[in-house]
């Protein structure tokens, strides 16, 4: 396993429930890779996806927004259930101040740690991707909650536009 821990991110699965454990920061490239990897594999008989945030001290907000598309997309279409697990302080004041608290189980831990760890290595971030992920991250905070707008409207603007001016600049085939 110490090979694994020089990755970003390690994943587990226990009968329905999948562990996504963050061995860093939980910021915008994270998210990248951690989205990257569910979409990549739509698990059906999942019904609990536990974050383990033991091993991190930070969240952004990108992070977050991922979080709360999840539990959004998984809670209504799959009935997937998000657990946060052992999440630091200041990732807890982080969730309260963007108003998210609510939306996730906050618990003290996994309810069982899976016999194999996957590691997973970064995804490579293009820009145009990474820029909409920032959108609908942000777009997700704000849906989540209207006294989000204020703080993460100008995000979205200023990523919604570079991704227009990068669009232009480079039009796809």
């Excluded at 991190?56 to 697990?85: C, E, I, K, W």
């Excluded at 920032?134 to 707008?149: F, G, M, P």
Aim: with cysteine; hydrophobic share 35%; aromatic share 6%.
């Amino acid at each position: 396993m110490s090979d694994a821990t020089q990755r970003s991110v390690l994943i587990g699965h226990d009968g329905g429930t999948l562990i996504i454990k963050p061995l860093r920061p939980c910021s915008a490239a994270l998210a990248d890779t951690v989205r990257a990897f569910l979409r990549g594999n739509p698990d059906t008989a999942t019904t609990n996806v536990y974050f383990d945030l033991s091993q991190t001290d930070y969240m952004d907000s990108t992070f977050a927004g991922l979080l709360v598309s999840l539990a959004g997309q998984r809670s209504g279409a799959n009935n997937v259930a998000v657990h946060l697990a052992r999440p630091c302080e200041d990732i807890l004041n982080a969730l309260k101040n963007m108003h998210l608290v609510g939306l996730f189980d906050v618990c003290d831990g996994v309810p069982s740690t899976p016999s194999e760890w996957q590691p997973l290595d970064d995804s490579p971030s293009d820009a145009e991707r990474l820029c909409d992920l920032i959108v609908e991250s942000h777009k997700s905070l704000v849906d989540a909650d209207e006294r989000n707008q204020p703080t993460f409207g100008p995000v979205i603007e200023t990523f919604e536009a570079e991704r227009n001016r990068r669009r232009e600049n480079n039009p796809r085939s």
